[in-house]
Nanobody, 121 residues
Framework: QVQLVESGGGLVQAGGSLRLSCAAS????????MGWYRQAPGKQRELVGSITSGIRTTYADSVKGRFTISRDNAKNTVYLQMNSLKPEDTAVYYCNADIAKVLSSRYSEYWGQGTQVTVSS
C-alpha cells in the first residue's frame, strides 16, 4: 500500500504565500518524478510543476518565477512553495508521484487526495 498525503493548503490574500507538502509512505522502493497538479472549478486538471529524482524541475508558464518545487528524498516528500499568489491560483492542488513498490521494478502513478488553496482578492 502506497499513500500520498498533502498538507499546507488554506486561505490566503492575494500577494501572500503558502507552502504545500506531500509525503509518500508505504512499501516504497524508489520514487522517480514527483509533481503538483491543480484543478479549478469547471476546468481541467493542469500540471503546475514537476521535479525528477535528479532534481530537474519544470513549471507551467503561469507559475514560473512565483512557485518553486523541491523534494527531500530521505523523507519521500515533495514541496511546493507558492509566492505572490493570485486569485487565479485558486484550485484544489494534487500531488503526483511515480513510485516503485518494494520487490517490484515497475513504476506506477499515485495521487494524493488534494488540498484546497483559495486566494482572495
Amino acid at each position: 500500500q502506497v499513500q500520498l498525503v498533502e498538507s499546507g493548503g488554506g486561505l490566503v490574500q492575494a500577494g501572500g504565500s503558502l507552502r504545500l507538502s506531500c509525503a509518500a509512505s508505504g512499501s516504497i522502493s524508489s520514487i522517480n518524478a514527483m509533481g503538483w497538479y491543480r484543478q479549478a472549478p469547471g476546468k481541467q486538471r493542469e500540471l503546475v510543476g514537476s521535479i525528477t529524482s535528479g532534481i530537474r524541475t519544470t513549471y507551467a508558464d503561469s507559475v514560473k518565477g512565483r512557485f518553486t518545487i523541491s523534494r527531500d528524498n530521505a523523507k519521500n516528500t515533495v514541496y511546493l512553495q507558492m509566492n505572490s499568489l493570485k486569485p487565479e491560483d485558486t484550485a484544489v492542488y494534487y500531488c503526483n508521484a511515480d513510485i516503485a513498490k518494494v520487490l517490484s521494478s515497475r513504476y506506477s502513478e499515485y495521487w494524493g487526495q488534494g488540498t484546497q488553496v483559495t486566494v482572495s482578492s
